[in-house]
């Protein structure tokens, strides 16, 4: 056990070293970093938001994606979801002590690609010119 980690089994993991093919860290950084992850992530920072007001925030998601990220998030711990009893239910989502702290990182990028994705395009668009 080199970080102490376990996975399931109970065999010893290399969950920091991302670049070992066998690392299940790969599968947290894909859970974290796809798309609609990253925006749900992001629109829950400021706090917790019920389903449809997810779907209205994040503009191209569909409710079946959605569906399918929120799970995979409350399961690995960075969402929370409550369920108030009432009728119909009322369920919303926040982000977890894990997810805020994976927010502030994303939010970094989130800004990085608002300030610098005009320079983004401009070089894309000057490597297409030029091939």
């Given at each position: 056990?080199?970080?102490?980690?376990?996975?399931?089994?109970?065999?010893p993991?290399?969950?920091?070293?991302?670049?070992?093919?066998?690392?299940?860290?790969r599968?947290?950084v894909?859970?974290i970093?796809?798309?609609w992850?990253t925006?749900?992530?992001?629109?829950?920072?400021?706090?917790?938001l019920r389903?449809?007001?997810?779907?209205?925030?994040?503009?191209?998601?569909?409710?079946?994606?959605?569906?399918?990220?929120?799970?995979?998030?409350?399961r690995d711990?960075?969402?929370?979801?409550?369920?108030e009893?009432?009728?119909p239910?009322?369920v919303?989502?926040?982000?977890?002590?894990?997810?805020?702290?994976v927010s502030?990182p994303l939010?970094?990028?989130?800004?990085?690609?608002?300030?610098?994705?005009?320079a983004?395009?401009?070089?894309?668009?000057r490597?297409?010119?030029d091939?």
């Open positions: 056990m080199r970080d102490g980690s376990l996975i399931s089994d109970g065999d993991a290399p969950v920091g070293d991302v670049f070992n093919k066998e690392c299940p860290g599968m947290i894909e859970h970093t796809g798309r992850s925006l749900i992530i992001a629109a829950l920072k400021p706090g917790p389903f449809f007001e997810l779907r209205d925030k994040i503009d191209g998601v569909s409710e079946k994606m959605l569906s399918q990220k929120l799970r995979l998030l409350v711990g960075l969402i929370d979801r409550t369920v009893p009432s009728v239910p009322k919303s989502y926040e982000l977890s002590e894990l997810g805020r702290g502030r939010d970094g990028l989130v800004r990085w690609i608002a300030a610098n994705g005009h983004v395009l401009a070089a894309q668009a490597h297409d010119k091939s």
